[in-house]
């Protein structure tokens, strides 16, 4: 009996099943094929958020209290003081114009919480001048104003000079010790100083700058010449350097050289008239309306020579009303390498027990150029450390541990570190941790103490960059000490900015710049360092800005992306870069013609250091609404314009999409093939009536319609 033919679902698969795995390989390199170029697009387009700008300090105000009350901010000491524990001292030094004195101390304690009871005690040496007493102990913060006289504290060379020394008594709250982790320290801040007596008129150029000084305007004709524009650069960054962390406005106002100008009002104003004529020298006067004027004159050659000797520390010694620089007043320049604590000025001294910190900033203006790396070989005398006590110090740089020695009963120390480029800044800050336990130390008793004292022979061997360096965290370092000052064309806007921008990286230095006018012809050939002012426009093509003006209101981006964009204004900007083919760095200061757009970006920089030390990357820049803006193109901090690395992305996407175009055609030929056959072998089966070629027998089909294994 004949069975019947069952319905086989596996038909065919004898054939077929070497084939499926094509088919599904087109398929998967169909979604692969596809989906790898649009993945590496993906990649491609994918941005990294930018960092957030640096946020420039705002500028100070002044005038809203009489000219003898004065915060600490405008005399460019600390805001704010920290007391760790009892015996922790801080000095001041306090400026004293001629016939004021120092009457009180106004200003805030923050206290924490059960930080007991006692006082800060005012003293010079030996002699008691006063004491601010901390209010009872509380278990909450205490925030207290207070008041103290510091009349009797003595003055010296223009300075009153004091210590305030925290003594903590033991009742009330725990002893607090520096050598005892989690302790909150207590705060003085805002601290003011209140003076009596009334200011003094100049009656020489020795008396012309007071200590403490509001504004300084410097008068040229509207059009200077170089010898004008030198005078007044030197003598804008020797003001600068002079008063260093006050908060002094250096502005340019122009003057027919003829006409004596009128100052602004105000005691702590001076003015500075500079023309080039008359006979060479430096002349006290008056404005018209009584304030000091100084009159600065001479030759093409000799008036910049003039200027010198207010940049000098010889104009203490002119006590007339006039004089004459013959030869030009200049500090020398000796470069030393190694350098010692000594020469910089670094010091530290402790007695404790449990913890101490000593901080030490390393000032690369000193250095001579922007450093790669800085070898130090820190040294220090201790006492010795007895048997049972345990004792170390470690020398760290923006976290980074680089060096760790026991200290022992030799009572020296030799710490050898290196400070390697990623960690060194203008002001590298050096934090030496020193730990002393003896046995039985409790933080509540300190009981056997240290002292510990960093040799001032201890030295930095500094390797320096070669050439320039772009970036405003290589500024000051990269211009000192002599750069050049080119402008497009002459006009006191132009030099009010160069003089803005001199006083500004003065403020960073330790060391005075010597800026030097010369033609931009003359500027653009050679490889001094160079301060360039000029309109958007006449930038010449080859100083390889990060931001590039191209006329018509489109800048250009000079990075790997080549970029650029249009807007329907202008900018105003600051720009620091290396030039490669002089290597060498330029500052660009440039606008379109509206220069009161950059005096805008000035007055957000401020006339303390705090705003230009804040500035990274290599552009700031300010629009029309006024909002500062701070990135990085090509140097100085992270990217803002990121360009696709170059890869083989493109690459990559061809050969995917070239595979699955193989694989599917071959599933198609396959497939084509396979139904030809099948025809093929159905018309053979009709004409001889047997099972079609790959099906299976009927008399051998699995009776549950599973191809049989022989099929």
Known sequence: MTRPVQADNGRNRGSWMPRRPITIGAIVAMVFGLAVPAAFAASAGAAIAPAAPASPAPS???????????????????????????GTTVGVQLPVPDRLHPASLWGKLVIPPDFGT??????????????INLPPNSSEQQTVPFVTSIA???????YETFNMVLEQANSGGATRSSSCAGALPLQLIDPTA???????????????????????????????????????????????SAYQLVPVSVTVDTWDGTTLPTLPGGSLVRGI????????????????????????????????????LLSSTMAKLVQTTSATVL???LAPTVQLNPVTFNQLGLSGTSTFSGQQQLSFAIDETRLGGVATSMAVVLKAAYSPVEAGAKATAQASVGGVTLATQQLDGSGTLSLPFTIPAPVIRRSTIVLLTVTYFPAGFSCHSAGRTMSFTVDPRSTIQVTNTPGGTGGFPGLPQSLIPTFQVAFDTSGADRLSSAVQTVCGLQRLSSVLLRPTVIPLTVAENNQLPLLLVSADDHVPANMGAPLQYRGGSVYRVDNQSQGAFAMSSRLASIQVFNQPDRNRTVVLASTSENWSLMDRLFASLGNTS?????????????????????????AGGAPQFTAATPSKTGLYAGIGALFALILLSLAIWAVVRYRRRSADAADDAARHGGPLDGDADPSTADPIGNANDDG
């Not at 012309?208 to 960054?237: K, R």
């Not at 500079?274 to 009159?295: C, D, E, F, K, M």
């Open 60 to 86: 100070s105000t002044s005038g809203s209290v009489p000219d003898t009350v004065f915060s600490f901010k405008q005399l460019g000491l600390p805001q704010s003081y920290t007391f760790a524990s009892g």
């Open 118 to 131: 006692g006082s800060i005690v005012l003293n010079a040496g030996t002699q008691y001048i006063g004491a």
């Open 152 to 158: 009797g504290a003595p003055v010296s060379g223009g």
């Open 194 to 240: 209140v003076y009596t007596g009334s200011f003094a008129t100049p009656d020489s150029v020795a008396t012309f700058f007071p200590p403490i000084l509001h504004q300084l305007v410097l008068y040229v004709p509207s059009a200077p010449t170089p010898a004008e524009e030198s005078a007044a650069l030197t003598i804008a960054a020797g003001a600068a």
């Open 273 to 308: 008239a500079i023309h080039q004529g008359g006979t060479a020298g430096v002349q006290l006067t008056s404005a018209p309306n009584g304030n000091a004027l100084l009159s600065v004159s001479g030759s093409a050659t000799t008036l910049p020579e003039q200027g010198t």
């Open 327 to 329: 030869k030009p007043l």
């Open 610 to 634: 705090q705003g230009w030390s804040n500035l990274s990357g290599d552009v700031v820049a300010i629009g029309p609404t006024g909002t500062l803006v701070n990135l990085t193109v090509k």
